[in-house]
């Protein structure tokens, strides 16, 4: 069974930074590109950014709005996918979700953890 | 970057109802959408892939059209598990943006 589980959200200040983990199972994770996706309280749905696949390189893209401050890794030994997020911002506050992107499409989703950021 | 304009933004009906939500490419993506929906409190799950290869699993009652910059996502047969808020996503080349959704109600 395919499973996605994010973890590591919370309550962080403005300019600070918080790591998220995504860990996977059910499926060779270094075949698979992983996304992020953000979603603001009663917002629609804000890509973040990709780790593609062993096979591309593992190359790494992100959305304009986060470009610089966040920074996508992957462990392949623990089938893991992280979030490193620096300098955060208000409007950064968000559940975050990872997902398996195949057959240009998104197909299996985590659950979602939540970051707030506030003072 | 390229737009997705989703439309209506929410619409109102009733069980059996025949619903069509479209979403308009600022630039052409070929077949390159996909379509999504969400339930309060829960994780979008995915329906259509390249724009109208149906995902495992979704009833068929859903379906998808288009290519180049026009798209929709039909539901023939409104059910009430279908009463939710749906997302198109450009897939081809980053950034994978989202259109801006559209919240089905009950009417």
């Known amino acids: 069974e395919v499973q996605l589980l994010e973890s590591g959200g919370g309550l962080v200040q403005p300019g600070g930074s918080l790591r998220l983990s995504c860990a996977v199972s059910?499926?060779?994770?270094?075949?698979?590109?992983i996304d992020w996706v953000r979603q603001a309280p009663g917002k629609g749905l804000e890509w973040v950014g990709l780790s593609r696949n062993k096979a591309n390189s593992y190359t790494i893209e992100y959305a304009a709005s986060v470009k610089g401050r966040f920074i996508i890794s992957r462990d392949d030994s623990n089938n893991s996918l992280y979030l490193q997020m620096n300098s955060l911002k208000t409007e950064d506050t968000a559940v975050y979700y990872c997902?398996?992107?195949?057959?240009?499409?998104?197909?299996?989703w985590g659950q979602g953890t939540m970051v707030t950021v506030s003072s | 970057d390229i737009q997705l304009t989703q439309s209506p933004s929410f619409l109102s009906a009733s069980v059996g109802d025949r619903v069509t939500i479209t979403c308009r490419a600022s630039?052409?993506?070929?077949?390159?959408l996909a379509w999504y929906q969400q339930t309060p409190g829960k994780a979008p799950k995915l329906l259509i892939y390249a724009a109208s290869t149906l995902q495992s699993g979704v009833p068929s009652r859903f379906s998808g059209s288009g290519s180049g910059t026009e798209f929709t996502l039909t539901i023939s047969s409104l059910q009430p598990e279908d009463f939710a808020t749906y997302f198109c996503?450009?897939?081809?080349?980053?950034?994978?943006?989202f259109g801006g959704g559209t919240k089905v109600e009950i009417k």
């Open positions: 997902t398996r992107h195949k057959n240009y499409a998104f197909d299996f």
């Open positions: 996503q450009r897939v081809n080349s980053p950034p994978l943006t």
């Open positions: 630039q052409g993506i070929s077949s390159y």
């Open positions: 059910g499926f060779t994770f270094s075949d698979h590109y």
